[in-house]
């Protein structure tokens, strides 16, 4: 390791009596380090793929409020489909996701409202209506059967920080119009934030999908918003600048098909609300 920071010119771990730690420059140097096993193995995994059978592993990063919905039926999908892979998927945020990527950490991405970048490729998958979601008892007007979009300034929100996607399309969206979101509790976790809704601490903004898993019995009043809809795009991604490997890409499809069976069903099971 000291032949490795003489040569870099770096110090790249903090040494004490009772270990060491990463310096700045020791963690970035470990993501490149990640991409670039990670492309070692993916070299690999293409080099061994023979014609009648599909080998290798694949890292599939997406969003938790997905992951609940897909990860069993994926799975199932992927053993059944391909015997001789492995598959492994990983949680976070979008922006964590993207940023996985970008570092060759995972081998493809869903994301929520993807910035465009030229070494990333963006398949769209569906562009999701966002909806007010509010207790039964905070709703004072719950009769009102849709919420028009600068209403939206007016209702004290539970949001995820700003590095959420669904959090910064709120933000320039009403920005657009000359008004601020009000933020009553920064929650980053949709379990955590329907807790917060359904105990009356103020209402949250969510398409349906995200909001589907976590109802756990609950009741909520769900309406659009509307003047204008407010919608998210959801996004499978995958790096532009890295080949992808078979098995990624019969992946790829796998996952496309899952999603539009699993997340947009062509008749969506009923909620409570």
Do not use: C
């Not at 910064?168 to 009553?184: N, S, T, V, Y």
Request: glycine letters at 6%.
């Amino acid at each position: 390791m000291r032949q490795l920071e003489n040569e870099l010119q770096q110090t790249l771990l903090y040494r004490n009596g009772r270990g060491v730690t990463p310096t700045d420059a020791g963690r970035r140097l470990l993501a490149h380090a990640r991409g670039i096993l990670m492309q070692v193995r993916r070299a690999r995994d293409e080099l061994v793929t023979t014609k009648d059978a599909m080998v290798g592993h694949v890292i599939f990063g997406l969003p938790p409020s997905a992951a609940m919905l897909l990860t069993v039926p994926l799975v199932k999908s992927f053993s059944k489909s391909f015997p001789q892979g492995t598959f492994s998927m990983v949680e976070a945020l979008s922006a964590s996701v993207m940023e996985w990527l970008l570092e060759g950490r995972i081998d493809i991405g869903m994301v929520y409202n993807p910035s465009p970048l030229p070494s990333v490729e963006i398949r769209p998958l569906r562009d999701q209506h966002l909806f007010l979601i509010s207790s039964k008892e905070a709703a004072d007007d719950r009769q009102r059967k849709s919420v028009p979009f600068r209403e939206l300034a007016r209702y004290p929100l539970i949001i995820p920080s700003r590095t959420n996607a669904n959090r910064m399309l709120i933000d320039a969206q009403l920005a657009h119009f000359g008004l601020k979101p009000r933020i009553a509790f920064e929650i980053d976790g949709i379990a955590s934030i329907l807790g917060l809704v359904h105990e009356g601490y103020g209402h949250a903004v969510l398409p349906l999908n995200s909001f589907r898993g976590y109802v756990f019995g609950r009741t909520f009043t769900v309406r659009p918003i509307v003047r204008p809809k407010l919608s998210i795009q959801l996004a499978l991604v995958t790096s532009a600048r890295r080949p992808i490997t078979p098995l990624a890409k019969e992946t790829l499809s796998l996952i496309q098909q899952t999603v539009s069976r699993v997340l947009f069903p062509d008749k969506p099971q009923q909620l409570q609300g």
